[in-house]
């Protein structure tokens, strides 16, 4: 009977899944994709709609093009009014203008405020600004025409910032992958759609919708979901927290790991978005082998059983023989995953 109660131990069984996906959770970890448990892993790994934001996402915030069309002299006092907007900002849009702008003077900004997909509001040395989007600016309609943003002065409008942000490195390979994995690809952005040629060269012939307010992205996980689909959202800023939060698996991007992240699921480092169909191939792998580990605990069970039954092990040899199938099953795991790792070749991709 001792011999029995030891062989029917479940240790392998319980230490195979936290092994797994704990080994998983610090190879992404070391590949700059932090999640915030392991329940999550497995949510990333049956995600088969990935709603992709553009701006930020998609496209790269570090060294855009900035282009000024201003129907006002930028001057000292409204570069020292705009540094101090967008220094307050963390849209990519506001980063590539402040940019431009360079270091100087900061005017100091009262009653700042920035709603996500609209832009930001401030009162600058007794001038209420506007800076965001075309219509909320006043934009004449031949103006309606680029990746821009436009720029109002005590309720007048003043001109634009033409922003255009390349797009990151590996992004076509990645929807590639992405698309080979039988995965339905959606592009949700807040802009217009003058970046629509551009993105179809890139990402292929994909789902694509443009001048997306926040509402209208949560709306559109939300109906999806309601539809039996498993959404995988990528976002990086304040219009796309109520989506990331609303998806099965949520991934905030950032350029730094310091920076403000919208709350998800996990948080990637920008220039990984090119791994995220290995990401998700990892993520399956994983929960193959934690089936695969059960299997192989269930088996030594199984088999020890029979031998205690039948009399053919002694309570010492079932109490020496039980340590080691749990570290064979912990062992078996931690290599599993780390040679799955390896064929992704993880270390090839990391800069």
């Not at 800076?131 to 006043?138: H, K, Q, T």
């Not at 039996?228 to 905030?252: K, P, T, W």
Request: charged letters at 20%; proline letters at 3%; one cysteine or more.
């Amino acid at each position: 009977i001792s011999a029995v109660l030891i062989v029917a131990c479940p240790c392998a069984l319980a230490l195979s899944a936290p092994f797994a996906l704990g080994n998983s959770l610090r190879i992404l970890g070391n590949q700059k994709l932090y999640l915030k448990n392991t329940d999550a892993l497995e949510s990333l790994a049956q995600c088969r709609t990935w709603v992709l934001d553009k701006t930020g996402t998609i496209t790269g915030s570090r060294n855009p093009e900035v282009e000024a069309d201003l129907a006002v002299p930028l001057d000292e006092e409204l570069a020292s009014a705009l540094r101090g907007l967008t220094h307050q900002s963390g849209h990519p849009m506001s980063r590539g203008v402040s940019k431009l702008l360079g270091h100087g003077n900061r005017s100091e900004v009262e009653a700042f405020t920035e709603e996500g997909g609209e832009g930001l509001k401030g009162k600058v040395n007794g001038h209420n600004y506007f800076f965001g989007r075309a219509d909320l600016a006043g934009a004449p309609a031949n103006m309606h025409v680029e990746s821009a943003v436009h720029l109002q002065r005590d309720g007048k409008w003043i001109g634009c910032f033409r922003v255009r942000s390349p797009l990151r490195a590996g992004i076509s390979d990645m929807c590639k992958e992405a698309i080979k994995e039988k995965n339905r690809l959606v592009v949700l952005s807040g802009d217009r759609d003058s970046d629509r040629e551009r993105l179809v060269e890139a990402m292929g012939k994909v789902e694509m919708h443009f001048e997306q307010k926040p509402e209208d992205k949560l709306n559109y996980i939300r109906k999806q979901q309601s539809e039996g689909q498993h959404c995988l959202m990528v976002g990086d800023g304040l219009n796309d927290a109520g989506a990331l939060s609303e998806s099965r698996f949520g991934i905030g991007v950032t350029e730094e790991m310091n920076a403000f992240t919208p709350a998800s699921d996990a948080i990637m480092q920008a220039n990984q978005v090119r791994n995220l169909a290995r990401f998700q191939r990892m993520a399956k792998a994983t929960v193959g082998i934690v089936w695969w580990s059960f299997g192989l605990s269930f088996a030594y069970n199984i088999i020890g059983m029979f031998f205690a039954v039948s009399g053919m092990l002694s309570p010492v040899l079932s109490a020496i023989l039980m340590p080691t199938s749990s570290i064979t099953v912990v062992l078996f795991v931690t290599l599993a995953t780390n040679l799955y790792a390896r064929k992704l070749r993880f270390d090839r991709l990391r800069n």
